[in-house]
Each structure stands twice: as C-alpha cells, then as structure tokens.
C-alpha cells in the first residue's frame, strides 16, 4: 500500500527538512503553502514524487478542503502541519509587543498556529479512523511552554497545539492513531535567518539546522 505524507505550511527549513527524509522511504509527498514559488523551490530540490498545493493556512477553509480532498483520494498516512509563521514584509519574524499587532494580525496569526491546526485534524480523522491508522504530528516550541510577551500570540499557538496533542492522545490511541508534538529548540533556518541579528546570535547559541533534527526520534 502506497504511503503518503501531507506537510502543511512547507517552508524551505522544518518542511523540506521532512519532505526529504520521507521521500527517501518512499513517500509519496505532498506540500501546501499560500506561495506557489515558495514551493516550486522545495521541488526543485526534490526531484520527482511531490505534489505542491497552494493553500493559505490564515484561511482554515483551504486547509479543510485540502485535507478532505486527500484523505478521500488515498490513504493520508502522516498529517505534519509545520507550524508555519506569518512573517514581516522583510520576511523577518520580530520581537512585537502585544500593543503593536492589529486585532486582524492576532486573529490571523491564530489561524495560522492554531485553527488550522485543528482543522486539518479534523479533517483527516475519518479516513484514519475508518482505516484503525495514521500519524499527526504538529510542530510545537518552547513559546508554548515558557511564553514571551514580545511573542505572544505565537507562544498562545503553541501552548494550544501542545494542548491539542495532550488532550487528543489517549482517545485517539485507542483507534490506532498516533498524535505528538515535534518541540524543536534553537533553529537556524531560512526564516530565523532573514534577520541577521537573529541568526548572529542563534548561531552563538550553537542553533540546529532543519536538517540535524533527530526526526526519527520523532516519527519513529
């Protein structure tokens, strides 16, 4: 049976990281994000076995559609949404105060963290269940855990997502399903590093690369 794997908010760091390890065993791939180019990119380094699909995770409905369409065309084995970030116009992830996100950059950044998040879950459950099998993970960080406020609807999205995978574990474990949280910590990938005062001082920190990640301590 063919095995496939959805990645939701692919970016070229944590996304492709994934896509290259599962393509090497096999998978059958799909990757989604709101830029076409941004995909094709991670294609290009692919190579052959991956399906991009452009899909706004700041809009649940795409990702519900998206995942719904998957999930009745062939067994979804491994749902990862990425923990896609939204991003400056500089394409930079800054430090901002509560006071200086509007009402819409907070709904939209819960979209993206969260909403989607458990909307892509919902989605693909049906088909996991009917088949007693299947694998959601989802990228948490250590905002959900130790929250800053100069982050702080990112950390409120990542304490859900560790909230999502707590209280789904043991109902779905019974139906064959497996759920967790990949907790990645210091990280140096095309995101962190657009700032280079950011990157500078990852580096210091000695900051993994996407593609040191242990993800079979995660997969398994």
């Known amino acids: 049976m063919s095995k496939s794997l959805l990645v939701i908010g692919s970016g070229p760091g944590i996304g492709l990281a994934t896509a290259q390890r599962f393509l090497k065993e096999g998978y059958n791939i799909v990757l989604s994000s709101r830029s076409i180019s941004n995909l094709q990119a991670q294609a290009a380094q692919l190579g052959a076995g991956v399906t991009l699909v452009e899909a706004d995770a700041a809009r649940p409905g795409q990702i519900d559609e998206l995942v719904s369409r998957l999930a009745a065309a062939g067994p979804l084995t491994i749902l990862y949404n990425a923990g896609v970030l939204r991003y400056d116009a500089e394409g930079n992830l800054r430090p901002l105060p509560l006071s200086g996100h509007t009402a819409g950059e907070i709904q939209s950044d819960m979209?993206?963290?969260?909403?989607?998040?458990?909307?892509?879950?919902?989605a693909a459950l049906p088909a996991m269940t009917a088949r007693g099998e299947g694998t959601i993970l989802l990228t948490g960080g250590g905002f959900g855990v130790n929250p800053s406020p100069d982050f702080l609807p990112l950390s409120v999205g990542k304490a859900g997502i560790r909230a999502i995978a707590q209280g789904l574990f043991a109902p779905l474990k019974e139906q064959g399903i497996h759920i967790g949280t990949v907790t990645v910590g210091r990280l140096v990938s095309p995101g962190?590093?657009?700032?280079?005062?950011?990157?500078?001082?990852?580096?210091?920190?000695?900051a993994a690369r996407p593609e040191d990640w242990r993800w079979e301590q995660a997969f398994g």
């Open 111 to 122: 979209a993206i963290n969260l909403t989607s998040a458990m909307v892509a879950i919902r």
């Open 192 to 206: 962190s590093a657009a700032a280079r005062e950011i990157a500078e001082l990852f580096w210091q920190m000695n």
